[in-house]
């Protein structure tokens, strides 16, 4: 999927995976003409629906833009109702807790939560997270966040490549978020292929600060600045752990040693503890998790002889005033 791999051996994997991603082509492309010519229904539910999704796997960072949406639409008086597939229990219980004043309902079967949702709690919008390639939901706006540190892989279809969609479908979409800007010079050329791709929708830049740090077992904020100039080690189930960890650098701290495991990892207590073990003897004076990850760390460990802070982390975009009112204007049409 990355082209890391040299070789013979390499090779015949890719050769075998390219021929899995044509099978995997043809069963979106076939599920797109089935909607298309109704075979198989589209639902217009009677809500407006916002989706911000992606065309790649993992590490856009879609769902703190969710929330993001949630939080603002909030403050001019719309009410959100989030539904988010599910894969891992880490992404919708980071939600519940962030968004204390929306629902987030979890399930295979969107159209399903749609019609609950309107029912039981009259919201004026429902955001799919993750909903570019939900096709049984009509939508009235389609948000793709694109990583501009990795905006699409080596060109290819899932399981050769990232890419969930050819890049042609990124026509559909209304807006484009291209996000961790701080991390990558050349997004100004990702942005001009985008606009190729499809001149009308609008372009916004993003990034993602650190406001703080967050002790789950205290259950408390602390000052950013504290971890300036310490010894940390920054653990991580994530999709672009090393733009985490560049965080972590960028915020002052030193990263002596990190642990990287695949996107969604389940946590277990044995591995956490030898992590802390040898975090103690490397005289670390904390380990750093993001927000995602600490959801299931803690719980699993209810106190820890060194301590495991998230780092929390706010989606800062140029011109958000701007995407904001598209997106209310939308929602109160």
């Known amino acids: 999927m990355t082209d890391k791999n040299k070789g013979v051996l390499a090779g015949l994997c890719k050769a075998l995976l390219f021929v899995f991603s044509l099978v995997y082509l043809f069963g979106v492309e076939f599920t797109k003409i089935l909607h298309k010519i109704g075979i198989l229904r589209t639902?217009?539910?009677?809500?407006?629906v916002v989706s911000i999704g992606n065309i790649t796997m993992g590490g856009t960072g879609k769902t703190p833009l969710v929330e993001l949406a949630a939080k603002r639409l909030k403050e001019k008086g719309k009410n959100a109702v989030v539904l988010i597939r599910g894969y891992g229990d880490d992404e919708h219980k980071l939600l519940r807790e962030n968004l204390k004043d929306a629902k987030v309902l979890v399930g295979r079967d969107r159209v399903k939560n749609a019609k609950r949702a309107i029912a039981e709690f009259k919201p004026d919008v429902i955001l799919l997270d993750d909903g570019f390639q939900h096709w049984r939901i009509k939508r009235d706006l389609d948000i793709v966040s694109i990583n501009s540190r990795n905006p699409f892989g080596n060109g290819n279809?899932?399981?050769?490549?990232?890419?969930?969609?050819?890049?042609?479908?990124?026509?559909?979409?209304?807006?484009f978020l291209v996000n961790k800007v701080d991390s990558n010079s050349a997004q100004e050329a990702i942005i001009e292929r985008l606009k190729k791709i499809n001149p009308k929708a609008d372009v916004f830049k993003c990034k993602y600060a650190p406001v703080s740090i967050y002790d789950f077992i205290q259950d408390k904020k602390i000052d950013l600045r504290e971890i300036k100039d310490k010894k940390v080690c920054a653990l991580s189930a994530i999709a672009d752990p090393e733009y985490f960890e560049k965080l972590l650098r960028n915020s002052g701290a030193i990263v002596e040693s990190s642990f990287r495991f695949q996107d969604h990892h389940d946590y277990d207590k044995q591995e956490l503890e030898e992590i802390i073990k040898k975090c103690k003897e490397s005289n670390i004076w904390a380990i750093l998790t993001t927000q995602k990850d600490i959801v299931k760390i803690r719980e699993i460990i209810s106190k820890t002889e060194i301590p495991i802070y998230a780092l929390q982390i706010e989606p800062k975009i140029d011109r958000e005033d701007e995407l904001i009112g598209r997106l209310y204007s939308v929602v109160a049409d």
């Open 43 to 48: 639902h217009r539910v009677n809500c407006r």
């Open 157 to 175: 279809i899932i399981p050769r490549g990232i890419l969930r969609e050819p890049l042609s479908s990124l026509k559909r979409a209304d807006i």
